[in-house]
């Protein structure tokens, strides 16, 4: 036991310096939320707060990767070598594609430097892993370790080996936070493959599902069809796939369909995902939606 | 509930950073949706154990640092478990004497006020989540405060 020690302080704790302090403070944190709100001010603050807080949350996922990682060694031989034949198969599919695919591009470009309009195409990318932490269950984020040291930045496009993934939202010196495209907030401008038809897939929450809702009772477009990315907005690369058309509500007393999308990348699924680089400097004829690239402005609340 | 102690700041920065650690730990599925809010139980039991040491400060660091965790608006959970701490260090000697099934009644009123506060801050700076599972978390985390007092009298009031 502690001996006994006359304590000055009062017993009551309350008063008004009590009073005080939550004034102070809440005053406070009311000036950290407008100034984080109202476009970024703390951007370096943050980014800062993000360094500091990343070895915890990449040791919070540690045993899981430990764990995973053990598994991966364990891998029985039949595994490894039906995965190999597998891969082999894949390879000579995909070497095949790229035959053609070279001969498509040179066309391409030939046609565009006729029209005077260039390609943009990924130049670079960078593999980030993503770091196995819940950062919010109601909303489709993850974390990356990749960050500013990485040449990261805000807005960045990202990919899976099978479509879009999302865009970068945050950046902190070795780690970036990802909106994926079927975040409540996020929104991307699409093209129908087969038509050319365009418009703007929301997320819905869900990592299974986007939403189109801005296409007229009269466009062209079916279950299964292709999305692809327009390009429009400048934040993704355009022509790249985002997902497959999976269901059309055609609801006649409705101005608008309801068409529903399942994205092609693998959102709740990838470990790693690809950070690209592309010219973006390009500006589009067409710039209607550019807007919606941007992750939907909060204080616009859609 | 254990006695008012003073505790020593290493252990009050370690188990902070252990709900931290909770708050973010990958769960699968509906798991993730009702996990208790692990700070705020932390923050309320620390504030109540040792208002002297704890209280508004320790509470809304924590708040901070699970803002920049979480990445969400910063200052956000600041605010709420700021407020919701003041509420419990005004009611403590009231909180502390109720047996343990008042006890949780309270607390799950303090957790469904930072809940509500949270939601409205979200609405208002335009990230509403409407989805009605996230009140989950209020009736799970007060389910929890038995077994969370418990453990923390047991392992970290230890002197």
């Known amino acids: 036991m502690t001996p006994h020690e006359p304590d000055a302080r009062p017993l009551l704790l309350g008063g008004p310096a009590l009073g005080l302090r939550l004034i102070v403070l809440a005053i406070l944190s009311f000036g950290l939320m407008v100034a984080d709100h109202r476009q970024h001010q703390l951007a370096v603050i943050r980014s800062w707060f993000s360094a500091i807080v990343y070895p915890i949350q990449w040791a919070v996922q540690a045993p899981l990767a430990a764990w995973n990682s053990v598994r991966d060694s364990l891998a029985t031989r039949a595994q490894i070598e039906s995965d190999n034949v597998r891969l082999q198969a894949d390879n000579l599919v995909l070497r095949l594609k790229q035959l053609r695919y070279d001969a498509l591009e040179q066309e391409n470009q030939r046609l565009r430097a006729a029209h005077e309009s260039s390609a943009r195409i990924v130049q670079r990318t960078l593999v980030a892993e993503i770091v196995r932490v819940d950062l919010d269950p109601f909303r489709q984020r993850v974390l990356v370790n990749k960050g500013s040291r990485d040449g990261v930045f805000r807005g960045q496009a990202a990919l899976d080996a099978n479509g879009i993934f999302g865009q970068v939202t945050r950046v902190g010196p070795v780690s970036a936070e990802i909106i994926l495209i079927s975040d409540p907030e996020h929104a991307i401008p699409v093209q129908v493959n087969r038509t050319g038809a365009r418009t703007i897939a929301l997320g819905t929450g869900r990592s299974g599902q986007l939403s189109l809702p801005y296409m007229p009772q009269n466009s062209d477009v079916v279950a299964g069809d292709l999305l692809v990315s327009s390009g429009l907005g400048g934040v993704y690369p355009p022509g790249y796939p985002v997902g497959k058309i999976t269901e059309v509500g055609r609801d006649p007393s409705q101005p608008l369909l309801s068409v529903a999308a399942e994205p092609l990348a693998a959102l709740d699924r990838d470990s790693e995902i690809l950070l690209a680089w592309f010219d973006s400097t390009v500006q589009e004829p067409e710039p209607e939606p550019a807007v919606a690239a941007q992750p939907a402005d909060p204080a616009g609340g859609n | ?159």
């Open chain 2, 1 to 159: 509930m254990a006695r008012s102690t003073n505790l020593g700041w290493p252990r009050i920065i370690a188990v902070t950073i252990a709900a931290l650690a909770a708050t973010v730990l990958p769960l699968p599925g509906w798991l993730g949706m009702v996990r208790p809010d692990f700070v705020a139980l932390t923050v309320l039991w620390f504030c109540l154990i040792s208002p002297r040491m704890t209280g508004l400060f320790h509470a809304w660091g924590a708040g901070l640092a699970l803002d920049a965790f979480r990445g969400v608006l910063l200052g956000q959970h600041a605010l709420t478990l700021l407020v919701i701490t003041y509420v419990a260090t005004k009611l403590r000697l009231q909180i502390r004497a109720f047996p343990l099934l008042q006890q949780t009644a309270v607390i799950m009123a303090l957790l469904w006020l930072n809940e509500f506060l949270l939601f409205w801050i979200d609405g208002v700076s335009g990230h509403a989540i409407t989805d009605w599972r996230r009140w989950l978390a209020v009736p799970v985390g007060a389910a929890c405060w038995p077994l969370i007092t418990g453990l923390y009298a047991r392992v970290v009031a230890r002197r």
